[in-house]
Each structure stands twice: as structure tokens, then as C-alpha cells.
């Protein structure tokens, strides 16, 4: 929209443009400026080319409101950030003492001293730059006036970047926070019918849906609505949505698994073989959730489905490890071991070897054990052997959702 | 290196730009270019801007040999990919008549006839361009002649765009492969060091260092030295990163593991707490792993901790739940409990709370069951509590590695 001010983002390092190393840095900061109502224009990664960024940094800083870049703050001789930064502006390198002196105590700890002249260019900082003082790492971040608004250096690492990031634009008039439905077992094309139907001639609402597998997201951004007609038009297109969408505050499906485990008052277990440990890792990526999460079983052998579960060896010999008895066997003896009131188990063929006829490559039974008893479902899920595993992983996990969501 | 053709890489989509969904064709395909020889000197990623789309365009074609564009070519009105590469090499629009045929069978059988007109716009091409037909999908991939050499149209979703990428580079000549080197537990600028300490003055080698937590990687590639030479300086180098070196193929430290297991006809198991399934999932994760890997439990409660892994429940009311005790205790009753003649185990404080004076956030202790018997040891990790999870599950699957390595 017009009146969102321009941004670019500018990711430095040749290990990006050789595709070793993949650039998240980017993204985050795209979501972040997306929060504070920017308008990003261009996503930028080069090589470690001090004239290449130099006329970049030029043209992106004449035109847009705001220029962040990544990368090339360190101290070896591929660090060129500074130097382009400064050839772009117009501006001179001065040493900033505060630095130098932190850095000086550094070297004297740590380094080689003839590593000393190379560590002290992070010193140098634009002449006329707010300095952004680092709380990880030794390399300062930067913010500096420019023709269009600010150029800000940061950091690469981005355990660095992110707390320098955050300072930045906390500073700035954050704007009404995009409103963000997710949703699961629905089509990305689906979820923008209902949500474009939804809004039908509303002005000034932004929408974007954005596909992850087996994850889509109705993202509503403030474009003039207002937070309270954001909110409203946000409420009707979760009913659109239906049972598909699982959280209108942007929380990811583990999150609310554990949120409606924990308003229960109940603990959660799984029993997996084909999703290999990925359900407990969802689970266990969330921080708290070893109030709700008792753990679980990886039974990625037979033996161990018997040994660790008590399924018993003549029904696997009988029905096959890849069955609904089997998955009915791997909730119940998880429940059993762990005492979790809701569990849930997967068994399947992720591939890409292991598919038959009557058992193809990407069926999945799932069991699900409850307060009320066991049952059971398959479902076949297309990709590679990882969209096989993502895919069950995100099902077995809405099992667990609907299950906690039912009034009893 | 100056004889090294240039490319530049342009993936399209706002939703790239806000941050939304993570560009990972960029980084695929400027690695597939690394191995083609490309020396890609820019990866861009623009929102849906016509204009902007054709001035980048027309700027890189007059400079690189190859520029790749990736999305933009569905049948929306937000895909401006043709119209913006038409508008920057000054050529027209033509409809193929291959590509509208199978269209016309494919609105006929699927689509609601309204959305005929928009499906078809995917019909058409650069006049002079080379249509690369799609295996998959309806938009077909577009090679066009430029002032700099070609410029490469391909689809946005992954699973289209491969294929074709594929078919254009192997029809050009494939150069030598980059020699690959990893390892663990080594700091990035000391693997750095020992990479370019062996290669001194060698003329006509590439040297790039990537690093992910606690995974370093040196890439070797041909500048013109040749295949063997590279061969040579990796097994150098190889040997001077000595013991934190575990592949020298680009293998993962997983696949390393499972490698290990399989030649020694040995199983694997794991008994996780703060690492909540990454390891399992880390191993289940490779194709052919049920070979070697029995599984685990995922004991994040201290009661799943003595149910399923007969750790005394008096032990962790003594010792603490994150201590050796614990640790040893779980590596011998997963062993145990599964049969796998070499085990892990983890138990620590992946944060961001839960730690305290003696027991910090970060500290792990490990496990290891082996044929000679049970051995602990502790390590602290730094970052947050997915940098420790990611760490110590690195530092784990290590262990094994070590513990797999040693002659008997």
C-alpha cells in the first residue's frame, strides 16, 4: 500500500549465494518488518563483494524508507560491510572508543596478537551511526541516516542479530499486529477462497496465505481497517475455516495441543514408528511442555513395539506392523506405560522403499487413546519420505487437538 | 575466479518478502550452480512487482551468463514473471501451441470455465524461447537468450522447478564435484585455519567454511586444479581437522552414524529427556535406518524415566534427574530394554528455565551403553533452548560415532 513505508533486506555472505548455507536471516526479518507495518520490497543476498554491495546499498538506500543488512560485520578480511556501507554513504570510518575497549580486553583474553589488527576493525563504525552495542558476540550493530530514512547493520549469526533486531523496532511505532489464522488438513487455495469470500469489498485489509505442509496460514494485516475490524473479519474467516483452523493468535498446532492439554488439566503421550520421533520433538520444541508431556516411545522395530508397548508379537506377525490393530495396540500400551490420559501412535510406510499394493508408500494408521477408549484411522499423505513424516506428524498432532477439544 | 561464468538467482513471491515462507530454491540452486562451476554473484527475492521484477531482470541479463528465476508463472494475476521478462528483453509474447493443448484437456476435465481465460496465460512464451516442458504441474520452464547468455524461467513450487532445473544443467558440461568435508566439535575459524594452513599457495582451489550449530563444513571446489588435486588436499585437510572430521563425502553425521552401525552389524537405541526425540528423529530420518535403529523412549517425565527405563526412583530423588547417575541409568535400561548393543542417553536443561547455581541452563549429561559397558559425561551447551536441543543432539550422535569408530 502506499502509505507503508519501503523496506529492503540485504543478506551478506558468499556461503549464501554458493547455497551452503541456507538464509533464514532474511525471512525473520521480512516477518518482523511485516509486524511493524513495513512494505519490503527486495530480499538481497551477495557474495562477499565490497563493490557489488557498495552500488546496492547506494540505490536501496535512496529509495527505500529502510535498509537492514546482515553479515560481513566479523573481523576477517571477507568482512566488507563496513567498507561498502561507508563507500555507499559517502561516510568515513571513525573507531569507536567504547568498542575498541571492549574489544581490547577481548584480544588480550583470547587471541593471537597478531590476530589483534584485524579483530579491532570491528571498531570502526559510519561516521554519524548510532552504534547498537552487542549483547552476544563482539561486533557492534549500526544505525545510520541515509537519503531515503536509515540503513541498519547487523550482525550475521543470528543469535547476534536477533536481540539487535528487536531493539531497533521496538524503538519505532509498532503498528497494529497482523492477525494470523493457522490452519491444518485444508488446500492453501481452499483457505484464500474462504478468506477473500470473508472480506469480500472490506478496504484497507492485507492478505497473504502462506503454505507450509499440512500448515496454512490467513495472515490479515492492518492496511487502514483498524485493529477491531482486523479482529472481526479475522473471527468470521476462523468460522469459514471450520474445524481446519486451529489457533487465531498465530500459535503453531504444538502449541495449542499443549495449551488445550494444560487448560485439562491432562498429561499427553505418543507411540511412534514411522514419524520416528518427530511428534515428541514438536511437542518438546516448546518450552513448558514437560507440564503436559510425558514422553514417549519410538518403536521403530517390531521388537520394540512388543517389548516397550505389549503389542503383542502374533497380532503383528498376523496383521502387519502397518495396521490398525497394531496402531489401536501402540496407543493403548503407551497410555498404559506412561499413564497419560490422551495419547497418540503412528505406524506407517514413509518411504521411499516399503510400499506394497494393498500398503502403499505414505499410509499411516494412526491410534488414539482417550479417557473414553481407543480408536483408530488411516490416511494416506503424498511427498517424500519427509513430507510423509511432516504431513502424519501435523495429523497425529489435530487427533490430539479434536480429541482435547471435545466437551465431555 | 575470473573464468568462472557469473549467475544470479531470482526467486519471486510477496510472500518471500514478508517473511512468510522461507526461500529455499535460491539456496538449491545456487548450490546446484556451485557444482556446475557458476560463480553466482547475487540471489534476489522480489515481491510481485511487475517493474521492479523487469528493471532487476534487465540489469543482471546484460551482465550474467545465467540468470535463474524461479515462481511468478502460475495462472494468477499476481504471477508477473512473463510479463516482467518480456518487458526486459524487449520480446513479445507467443502462445505454444504444445502447452495449450494440454491446458485446454485440463480446464476442460478440472476447472470451473471462468477460470479458463487466467489458466491459459501459462501458454504463453518468449518469442525465441526454448520451452522446457513441465513432468509435473502445468507451467512450463522457459529458456531465452539474453546479452550476457540465458536467462532460465522456472515454477515457483519445488517439486516443479527440480526436474527442470535439472534437465537444463545436465545438458551443460557438469564440472568437477566440490569436495565436502564435516565436522563436529570444532570451532568455524579453527576449521577454517586448518583448511587454508594445507592449502597454502595451491592456485586453483576454492575454499568456502559453513557452519550450523555444531555442524562445520569445508568445502573444497575446482578452480582449475583438477579432481585429484582436490581429492588430495581433502584428505589433507581431512587429517589436519583429525578427530572432529566425520565425513569426507558431504555425508550427515546421522548418515555417518547409521554408516558406523551397519558395517559393525550392530543395532542402535536412544534414551532421550531434554533432546525430547531429536536424536531418534535425526536417525529415523535417513531412508534404510530401521537397519540399524531399534528406537527409543522419549522419557521427558522422571516417571517415564523409572517405568519405561527402570531408573530407581530413589537415584533421581537423590542425584537429580540431570546428573550421572541419571544418565548411566538410562543409557543401560534403554539398552536394555531394546537389546541395541550401543545406546545414548541425554538428560539436561535445554532452558530457557529450569536452571539453577549448579545445575546451568545448557548443562547435559550423556550416556553411553557399549559392548564394554556404561559410560556418562557432561558438557555444557550455549544458545537457546532450540541451540542447546540442536547441540546436544549433535554432541550425542558424535559419541556414537566415537564409540562405533573404535577397533576391538
Redesign the interface.
Known sequence: MATDPSAA?VTVG???????????N?????????TSRF?????????D?AA?LADHLARLCAECTLVIVTGGLGPTHDDITRDAASRALGRVLVRDAAIEATLTRIVALHHEPDAATQIMTQADVLEGATVIMPTTGTAPGQIVPTPGGSLVLLPGPP?EMRPMLSTFLSQRHPGTPPVRLRSTGIPESDAQIAAQRVIGDARGVGL?V???PADV?V?LFDEGAGPRELARLGASICTELGDACYSTDGSSLPETVLALARTRGV?LA?A?SCT??????A???V????DV?????????N??KT??LGVAAPLIDQYGAVSEQAARAMAAGVAN???AQYAVATTGIA???GGAADKPVGLVWFGLSTPTGITARSQGFSGD??GV?TRATMFALDLLRHALSERE
Not at 26 to 34: D, M, N, P, R, V
Not at 293 to 301: D, I, K, L, Q, R
Open positions: 533486506i558468499t556461503e549464501l549465494v554458493t547455497g551452503q548455507r541456507l538464509d533464514t532474511g525471512a525473520e526479518i521480512a516477518s518482523a518488518l511485516l512494505a519490503v520490497v527486495e530480499m538481497l543476498s551477495v557474495a563483494d557489488r543469535a497473504t502462506l503454505a507450509a496460514e495472515v498429561m505418543c511412534e520416528g520421533g518427530k511428534i515428541a520433538s511437542l518438546t520444541d518450552a513448558g511442555s514437560s508431556f510425558e514422553g514417549g516411545v519410538v518403536a521403530y522395530s521388537r520394540l517389548t516397550a506405560l506412561t499413564g518411504g521411499p522403499t519420505r519427509q513424516r
